[in-house]
């Protein structure tokens, strides 16, 4: 930790400064401190919580949120309840569809509890979704298993990270609540007039929308430099509660 100060000089400062301090330190430092002291431990392990990420296919995925229940400490856990903001699930591609199926058959796999990490972590503010998965039945299976279950009550924010299929963005954000989402965002390049559509079906209680007005106005439509009447009216008609 080049630059910053030694652990005794660190353990006389107020915690404000100590918090300070932490925003400029990398992950692996944070950890480092939080092994020298009861007191950093305090300070500094809810803020390597504040964003968690599972990654990997279905397998590694499933895995992971399994590992969380059964090999993390109840203390662990208990920040995670209370401090974690926001949670990135990555869903990649096995290397061919033989080892999923062969995966599906050894595990006998009902779930994927993405649902239930929700249910358990009511301090979230946003789940991002980054979803890449070109093979239609492994697509197919993914959704089916995330929709096992009771549909998520929050949180309130939902992010794409990067292109998503229509019909895969659409039973994502049929899985929330009626009402449960306040805002969805998604990148600018991933929306088209089906993506917008699909947003649509959910828009009567969003309060924010992020998307790019060219991506879903038809090709001959003027390239205007702002909003146009008729994009207005439909946002305005699709998305009544937008702020």
């Known amino acids: 930790m080049a ?6 000089e660190l353990a006389t400062m107020p915690t404000e400064i100590l918090c300070m301090i932490g925003d400029n ?14 007191q950093f431990r305090e300070i500094f392990l809810p803020k390597l919580c504040k964003h968690l990420e599972f990654s990997g296919n279905m397998k590694g995925l499933t895995d992971s949120l399994h590992a969380y229940y059964t090999r993390k400490t109840a203390s662990f856990r208990h920040l995670v309840h209370h401090h974690t903001r926001f949670v990135t699930f990555e869903v990649t591609n096995f290397d061919d569809i033989f080892k999923m199926n062969a995966w599906l058959l050894g595990y006998g796999v009902k779930t994927i509890p993405i649902g239930r990490f929700l249910a358990d972590t009511p ?17 197919h299976k993914f959704l089916s298993f995330i929709r096992k279950g009771p549909d998520w009550a929050g949180p309130k924010h939902l992010y794409f990270k990067k292109y998503v299929e229509e019909s895969t963005m659409g039973k994502i954000v049929g899985q929330f609540k009626a009402g449960a989402l ?12 089906c993506h917008y559509d699909e947003l649509a079906r959910s828009g009567a209680h969003l309060t924010s929308l992020r998307l790019n007005k060219y991506s879903f106005l ?8 702002s909003l146009n009447d008729v994009l207005i009216n439909r946002i305005s008609k699709d998305f009544p509660q937008l702020e």
């Open 3 to 8: 630059g910053t100060p030694t652990t005794p």
């Open 25 to 38: 330190l990398s992950v692996h430092e944070i950890k480092e401190l939080t092994l020298t002291s009861k």
């Open 123 to 139: 301090s979230l503010h946003g789940v991002v979704f980054d979803v890449w998965l070109q093979n239609r039945k492994e697509a």
């Open 182 to 193: 306040k805002g969805i965002a998604a990148p600018h390049a991933s929306l088209t007039g």
């Open 218 to 225: 038809r090709q001959d439509s003027s390239a205007l430099t």
